[in-house]
């Protein structure tokens, strides 16, 4: 695709419930980043895949949070067991090196009730 | 570790006027700075970087930046504000880690509204 796509736009989740975050990131590009944006805050680092591998995970605030990306290409980002603190949105971004401009997408809403 | 702070988390301008927007970085190694926009419901958008080379950079939409190392600094300016550029802007740091830079840490943005 043209840019980095993230799916469900926008998701609302019953706390304790599971989530799934989708990121298709440009095709093409080896290193894929996972952000958080509370409201009124700026972005916040996550994770860092290169490929496949998750280089950095140290964004992750806790054991709840898991991500992946088996085949170096799309990537979903997990959430167990949802509380309210969790609610954000959650932005994708991928580029072609580690060292290279990063690309965003819009971003998934994520509402915990 | 590397901190951003934007001064203002609102600025106000009439169409036409010089926009300012005030960034200051904290950072032990020499960094590399940005300054990204966000329109409503949309992702960021890079609008210039600093990677040290010239210390007057001039970006996309008619931004610029100077980065300043005696004051920590790397304001973002546009001589004339257009309607258009009403948006969030975040600037963010990121610094070279055994020759990678890829985490980039954000400021809490500034919301700039442009009065007719």
């Known amino acids: 695709g043209a840019g980095v796509s993230q799916s469900p736009r926008y998701k609302v989740a019953k706390r304790g419930q599971d989530v799934a975050l989708r990121c298709d990131p440009i095709?093409?590009?080896?290193?894929l980043f996972w952000y958080q944006q509370a409201l009124g805050q700026g972005p916040e680092f996550l994770t860092y895949?290169?490929?496949?591998?998750?280089?950095?995970k140290s964004g992750l605030p806790s054991d709840r949070f898991f991500a992946e990306r088996p085949e170096g290409s799309v990537s979903t980002l997990k959430i167990q067991r949802t509380q309210q603190e969790d609610s954000a949105v959650y932005l994708c971004?991928?580029?072609?090196?580690?060292?290279?401009?990063?690309?965003f997408g819009q971003g998934t809403r994520l509402t915990v009730v | 570790a590397q901190s951003v702070t934007q001064l203002g988390s609102h600025v106000s301008v009439s169409e036409g006027a010089l926009v300012l927007l005030r960034c200051n970085y904290s950072?032990?190694?020499?960094?590399?700075l940005f300054w990204y926009v966000q329109y409503p419901n949309q992702g960021l958008q890079l609008l210039l970087k600093?990677?040290?080379?010239?210390?007057l950079v001039k970006g996309i939409n008619g931004f610029e930046a100077e980065f300043k190392k005696s004051e920590t600094s790397f304001h973002l300016t546009k001589p004339s504000a257009h309607m258009s550029d009403a948006a969030e802007y975040f600037c963010?740091?990121?610094?070279?880690?055994?020759?990678?830079?890829?985490?980039?840490?954000f400021g809490k943005g500034t919301l700039l509204t442009v009065n007719p």
């Open positions: 971004a991928s580029s072609l090196g580690e060292n290279t401009e990063a690309f």
């Open positions: 095709s093409g590009h080896v290193s």
């Open positions: 895949f290169q490929n496949e591998a998750q280089l950095d």
């Open positions: 950072s032990s190694v020499p960094p590399y």
């Open positions: 600093y990677t040290s080379a010239a210390t």
């Open positions: 963010a740091v990121s610094v070279d880690s055994g020759g990678s830079n890829y985490k980039l840490t």
